[in-house]
């Protein structure tokens, strides 16, 4: 969704009156989107004014020791109930795994290029996993772990005489619209000609291109950007490419296996 | 909320007495029934717990965080379970008072709702009502009126800008 179609429905969303077939597609565009978030968070404040005129009502005495305990049981999970530590490590992990095989990509891209690159890159790297975690709780990490879901990952290597790197998850589901996340970092903000970016998906299958979102035409200070696209079915959908605004290929990457989630964290 | 994050036993008493009776009346409005609230109250409470380190002061009042995140979780049920019927519309007009069994600064709070929500006329206040009580969509509300949706959708949205620049206003020094 573009940001004029997601404000579209944001008022409907801040009163609970948003079409569930459209929840979603909002709430993936604002995990990345401050200004759709801020929004929103406007629209919810003014919202919740209507809640607050209600007549109150005293709950139940014996209900405050239920919610205390059921507070204090969530907050003590992770120690007791190792099984689910290790469902949402996994999750964390395939993040991590992205940004961290990343930075490797960058390590090996910057070698040679500007050392302000370098530290840029760095830099972009610690927005985008603030930005990824954002991700991840919006989506929720059962969307990871959800037994028949599958998630691949791969990162983007700059083509020859290039900078720059970016990493690339894609997640298909049986139950949920599959969608690819895709993060660029290192690439030159000044280089006004190479601009708009575009990132591409390819079908290993029937060579197939589905543009990931819209062009990027501004990267941020660090020459980072994200896009997210959804598609019906990304299965076949494993090669991702970056091209400038000539249309030559300047990152490029594939995503799998998918193994890497079903090796969870000690 | 620190309290609430580190999982503190008095830090999460002192939100339940503050913010239990709001969250607990939402509960009965949407959902109907004394079971329900309960649940949802326990939920609403426990997903603080899960958000609190996104709670940013700075962009809003806890009380309005809190009562979205009932909301979202109230709204939600009603369209799980869909043998759940909506509750007949209740207009803020309408509601009965309980005057003697609410606190201070509670009291100060639904006062101040009270005003923002006098900026909006009967039918603005109505139409909102009807989205953010009754779950209806715009679309639903655009067939049941026998209106285009695109004119519902501009009126849900200058009143509930209304609502906000009241609130704005009301928070200006």
């Not at chain 1, 609970?16 to 979603?24: K, S, Y």
């Not at chain 1, 200004?35 to 005293?58: H, N, S, V």
């Not at chain 1, 062009?215 to 959908?237: T, V």
């Not at chain 1, 490419?241 to 995503?255: I, K, M, N, P, Q």
Request: glycine share 8%; net charge neutral; hydrophobic share 45%.
């Amino acid at each position: 969704m573009t940001c004029p179609e997601v404000r579209d429905r944001l008022v409907e969303r801040s009163l609970g009156a948003l079409p569930l077939e459209d929840v979603r597609d909002v709430e993936r565009h604002m995990a990345w989107c401050a200004g759709c978030r801020k929004e929103a968070a406007q629209l919810d404040r003014a919202a919740a004014t209507f809640a607050l005129t209600l007549a109150p009502e005293a709950p139940p005495a014996r209900l405050e020791d239920r919610v205390v305990t059921a507070v204090l049981k969530v907050a003590d999970a992770p120690r007791a109930r190792p099984a689910s530590r290790r469902g949402r490590s996994a999750a964390a992990s395939v993040i991590a795994a992205a940004v961290a095989v990343s930075a490797l990509g960058w390590g090996t891209a910057m070698a040679g290029r500007a050392e302000r690159f370098r530290e840029s890159a760095k830099r972009a790297q610690v927005d985008q996993f603030e930005a990824i975690s954002n991700f991840k709780d919006v989506i929720g990490a059962a969307a990871f772990e959800e037994p028949g879901n599958r998630v691949y990952l791969g990162t983007l290597a700059p083509s020859a005489g290039r900078s720059g790197g970016g990493s690339a998850l894609t997640l298909v589901s049986p139950s949920i619209t599959d969608f690819v996340m895709v993060t660029v970092a290192g690439l030159p903000p000044s280089d006004a000609g190479a601009t708009p970016y575009e990132v591409w998906i390819v079908s290993d299958v029937t060579g197939q291109r589905l543009r990931v979102g819209d062009p990027i035409r501004r990267l941020n200070a660090d020459g980072g950007a994200m896009r997210i696209q959804n598609a019906r079915d990304l299965s076949a959908f494993r090669s991702v490419e970056v091209t400038d605004a000539s249309g030559a290929v300047v990152l490029r990457g594939e995503v799998g296996p998918e193994a890497v989630v079903a090796s969870p964290s000690p | 909320m620190d309290g609430l994050i580190a999982g503190n036993d008095d830090a999460i008493r002192a939100l339940y007495a503050r913010f239990s009776r709001p969250v607990y009346s939402m509960g009965m409005r949407l959902l109907g029934t004394r079971e329900a609230a309960e649940e949802l109250t326990q939920d609403v409470f426990v997903n603080a717990w899960r958000k609190a380190a996104r709670f940013d002061a700075s962009r809003g009042r806890l009380s309005t965080w809190l009562m979205t995140i009932a909301h979202n979780l109230a709204v939600d049920r009603l369209r799980r379970e869909t043998g759940v019927t909506r509750p007949t519309l209740v207009l803020v007009d309408e509601v009965p008072d309980a005057p003697g069994i609410d606190e201070e600064d509670a009291l100060l709070e639904r006062d101040a709702a009270m005003r923002a929500l006098s900026s909006l006329s009967d039918g603005e206040r109505t139409l909102l009502a009807r989205a953010y009580f009754r779950g209806l969509t715009a679309r639903e509300i655009a067939e049941s009126d026998g209106i285009p949706l695109g004119t519902v959708k501009t009126r849900l949205r200058a009143a509930l800008i209304k609502v906000r620049r009241a609130n704005e206003d009301k928070e200006r020094p």
